[in-house]
């Protein structure tokens, strides 16, 4: 299995730019999450899908952000603009339930803006 | 408002000795509770969990003991190696509730040769 998968690993940005990270969620989980780690706030859920439908977008800092599961196996997580602060390291994970016995992480999206 | 603390954002223990990191959490309603392990460019992958029924729960050299009336969790990892030298999240959840899971800010783990 080739656990979740993200991309791209780095991402160096003027502020301002659209911003696009893509997660491919492992295959036969119907949950996909959207976490953002930064030093201050730790790991936060930005949003999450089950089944492909958003559940729960609350976490959303603003609306610049933007997310979207189109099928079970692609989700996308768009920033426009993209400012500074959004600079932080970006992870999608999936699983089998929302209900979670665990969470199944990406590498991550290091984002920089600058 | 954070749900879960972890109070300490570093930790320094020597090899062989034993590391302890503590999460507190403010939800009565939590009631599972999981470590995450995280080594640099990777994502954080799981480590450990507890049910709120038990009060400790082993695995190798990993244990997490539960308090529920201080709401309280803590890690012990005996005998600290090199190889724990990590960021390790705690996180809870509501596992009847349909609710995902709540992470801490993380306590840098530094096991010294």
């Known amino acids: 299995d080739a656990g979740v998968i993200q991309s791209p690993r780095h991402e160096v940005t003027e502020m301002g730019q659209e911003v696009t990270l893509r997660c491919k969620p492992i295959?036969?989980?119907?949950?996909l999450f959207w976490y953002r780690q930064t030093m201050m706030r730790g790991l936060e859920l930005l949003i999450y899908?089950?089944?492909?439908?958003?559940?729960?977008d609350s976490g959303m800092p603003e609306d610049r952000f933007s997310a979207k599961m189109p099928n079970a196996s692609f989700s996308t997580l768009k920033i426009q603009p993209s400012e500074p602060r959004d600079s932080a390291v970006y992870f999608c994970a999936s699983t089998l339930s929302v209900t979670v016995e665990k969470l199944f992480f990406g590498s991550g999206t290091q984002l920089s803006v600058l | 408002d954070q749900q879960v603390k972890q109070n300490s954002p570093s930790l320094s223990v020597q090899e062989g000795r034993i590391s302890i990191l503590n999460c507190d959490y403010t939800?009565?309603?939590?009631?599972?509770f999981l470590w995450y392990k995280k080594y640099p460019a990777e994502g954080p992958t799981f480590l450990i969990s507890?049910?709120?029924?038990?009060d400790k729960n082993e695995d190798g050299r990993f244990t997490v003991f539960l308090n529920k009336s201080a709401k309280h969790l803590s890690l012990h990892i005996v005998p600290s190696q090199p190889g724990d030298s990590a960021v390790y999240f705690c996180?809870?959840?509501?596992?009847?509730?349909?609710?995902?899971?709540?992470f801490g800010k993380g306590t840098r783990l530094s096991v010294i040769a």
């Open positions: 996180a809870a959840s509501r596992y009847s509730g349909n609710t995902p899971l709540v």
């Open positions: 507890i049910s709120s029924i038990k």
């Open positions: 899908f089950n089944n492909n439908v958003p559940i729960d």
């Open positions: 939800n009565s309603m939590f009631d599972y």
């Open positions: 295959s036969g989980h119907n949950s």
